[in-house]
C-alpha cells in the first residue's frame, strides 16, 4: 500500500480488525519512510457495477460519492457516520447482489430513499428534494404528503 503523504511504497500493517458488521476489514498502516500513520478498508467487491446514468452516460459505481451524498441528506441530523456507513453497504451489497453489471442511478436512489426513510424521515425528506428535484414549497408538502400516505 502507498503512503498517502509521501509516496512511499514502503509501509506496514499495524493493526488489523473487523469492521461494519464483518462487512470490511479494517487496517491501521504506518509508513516507514515519514512514519506517518493511516487507515484502510479492505471489502470484498462480487463485480464492477456500472451506473447508467440519466443522459445514458456510464461511470462507474462510487462507494464513496453515495456515502458523501447520503451523509449531506444527514447532516445535524441524529445519525452516528457507523449508521451512515451502514446505509452505504447495506445499499452496494443489493446491487452487488442484484447479477446486475448495469445499474440506472434511479434505481440507486430509490435504494438509498428507501433506506433512509427508515433511518431518519428529516434526511430522507432532504435526499428527496434534491433527488426528485423539487422546485417549490409545494413540491415538499406534497411529497410528504404521500409518504404519509404510503405508510397506511
Do not use: H, W
Not at 500493517?13 to 464483518?22: H, I, L, Y
Amino acid at each position: 500500500m502507498r503512503c498517502p503523504f509521501c509516496g512511499s511504497d514502503n509501509t506496514a500493517v499495524k493493526d488489523s480488525r473487523p469492521a461494519e458488521d464483518n462487512t470490511a476489514v479494517r487496517r491501521r498502516r504506518g509508513c516507514d519512510n515519514c512514519g506517518a500513520r493511516f487507515t484502510t478498508f479492505e471489502r470484498v467487491q462480487l463485480r464492477e457495477i456500472i451506473v447508467v446514468k440519466r443522459d445514458g452516460k456510464r461511470v462507474p459505481f462510487q462507494r464513496e460519492k453515495l456515502a458523501r451524498v447520503i451523509g449531506i441528506a444527514l447532516r445535524k441530523r441524529p445519525v452516528s457516520d457507523e449508521q451512515i456507513e451502514q446505509i452505504v453497504s447495506g445499499i452496494a451489497r443489493k446491487l452487488e447482489s442484484s447479477g446486475e453489471t448495469e445499474i440506472a442511478s434511479q434505481d440507486i436512489g430509490e435504494l438509498a430513499m428507501e433506506s433512509l426513510r427508515g433511518v431518519d424521515p428529516v434526511g430522507y425528506v432532504r435526499y428527496a428534494s434534491v433527488y426528485r428535484d423539487f422546485d417549490a414549497p409545494s413540491d415538499f408538502a406534497a411529497f410528504i404528503k404521500q409518504s404519509e400516505l404510503d405508510e397506511e
